[in-house]
């Protein structure tokens, strides 16, 4: 029994690990970034996801910070791999920062205009 309890313990602790807070980004300087590596082209300006199916959609509420990394620097999909020589650890910092950044959109409901 003991034994059980501290490998509940463990896989309880690994797994609060996994959702780690990111480290201190800046936005403005992630914006420019995102630019930069052209994550644009398939996310959009504002990750809201590319035209046709060519990316999805990274905002609001981005991966958590461990998630995004691995996305980035493994991906599973067709996107490009950024390993750390090309786009640092700060610099995927201020990226999230970035995405966190981006705030849902008013619903069609709450828009004066297209409820006359």
Not at 17 to 28: I, Q, R
Not at 43 to 61: A, D, K, L, M, N
Not at 98 to 109: D, N, Q
Request: glycine content about 8%; proline content about 9%; aromatic content about 10%.
């Amino acid at each position: 029994m003991k034994s059980f309890r501290f490998a509940a313990a463990a896989l309880a602790a690994s797994a609060l690990g996994a959702f780690a807070a990111a480290p201190a980004g800046d936005a403005a300087r992630g914006r420019a970034l995102y630019m930069k590596n052209m994550c644009y082209t398939c996310h959009g300006t504002v990750g809201q996801g590319g035209e046709r199916g060519s990316g999805p959609r990274i905002t609001p509420h981005p991966f958590p910070w461990e998630a995004f990394v691995q996305a980035v620097r493994r991906p599973r999909e067709a996107m490009p791999r950024y390993a750390p020589e090309f786009v640092s650890d700060q610099e995927l910092a201020d990226i999230h920062a970035y995405l966190e950044s981006i705030k849902p959109g008013r619903k069609a409901s709450e828009i004066p205009l297209l409820n006359d």
